[in-house]
């Protein structure tokens, strides 16, 4: 610090004038991904970003099979997303087949209900570790789950209020921006933990149905769903979603519930099964929530 004003007296006394030259700025220093990246992915390189796109697909190239006539379509995105580091062998073909798979085991559910997946868009996406990793809700929430006993569940959900976290709305409002509002927007993640009944637990999918998580705020991001498939090294594809994973999340988006209802073997507890009834409610919320340009605030549950 002392050295510059010095060499600036002495050029002044010398009357050097025009020969003085003032020092560049040091470059910033380039940032180097670390090799090898954490085991986790975080990286000072990559942390402080947010959601980049890798790669867009055309809906063309997923080669899915025609859906059987008069089926009524849902409307997905599909965002696979990925570490930001140097991405591995994976090709488009890979991604392509990836979704095929995921869309046609919810297809092999959803047809219960005479619906199936329409996809909008189709992305891979980076992600750092930050938002690899998320935090469904805010400590202490409910998360669809209340306390045993409750007389009116959904009501009991609504009335909670809760928020989107920080993280899960930067992705969120990723994909609105390449999405339409009605349209239920699919991503993967590494990991999900939230608060179920205020106690912190893991998930391997997590939805936003319109009536929870209710503050107005949030819309239109709230009609999303997470899915956890098994993530390898960093900027790897990441593997398959369980092959009902997807078609449980939209249970919960076309039933307009956080609840885990039923038999033992349907859909919205542990199998793959859709009543009658649970067909019609779809039907009508899908016609009801998803029809309009974007998802309307429902009201309370029975007004």
Request: charged share 20%; proline share 11%.
């Amino acid at each position: 610090m002392s050295r510059r004003p010095a060499l600036v007296i002495v050029c002044l006394l010398a009357g050097c004038g025009d020969n003085r030259v003032t020092p560049p700025e040091p470059p910033d220093a380039a940032c180097v991904p670390a090799d090898p990246p954490s085991a986790d992915c975080a990286d000072p390189c990559f942390d402080d970003r947010g959601p980049e796109l890798r790669m867009e697909l055309a809906v063309a190239d997923l080669a899915l099979p025609p859906p059987p006539g008069g089926s009524t379509p849902v409307r997905v995105s599909l965002f696979y997303t990925v570490a930001p580091q140097e991405p591995g062998t994976w090709s488009r073909s890979d991604v392509a087949d990836r979704m095929r798979q995921i869309v046609t085991s919810t297809d092999a559910i959803l047809a219960q209900c005479d619906m199936h997946v329409e996809v909008e868009v189709a992305q891979v996406i980076a992600l750092p570790a930050r938002l690899l990793d998320i935090q469904g809700n805010e400590e202490g929430s409910f998360g669809g789950h209340p306390p045993k006993g409750t007389p009116d569940p959904d009501l009991f959900d609504y009335e909670q209020n809760e928020r989107l976290t920080a993280e899960s709305r930067e992705v969120f409002e990723y994909g609105k921006t390449h999405s339409s509002k009605n349209t239920i927007d699919a991503y993967t993640i590494d990991h999900i933990v939230y608060y179920a009944n205020q106690m912190l637990d893991e998930a391997g999918g997590l939805s936003y149905p319109p009536n929870i998580y209710h503050h107005v705020d949030d819309y239109p991001y709230r009609n999303a769903v997470l899915l956890v498939p098994e993530y390898g090294a960093c900027g790897d594809l990441p593997g398959m979603p369980g092959t009902r994973t997807l078609a449980h999340e939209i249970g919960h988006m076309l039933l307009n519930t956080g609840g885990h209802n039923g038999a033992f073997n349907n859909l919205m507890v542990n199998g793959t099964v859709l009543t009658a009834a649970q067909c019609d409610t779809m039907a009508a919320n899908l016609d009801a929530l998803f029809g309009d340009a974007e998802v309307p605030d429902p009201g309370p549950p029975g007004g």
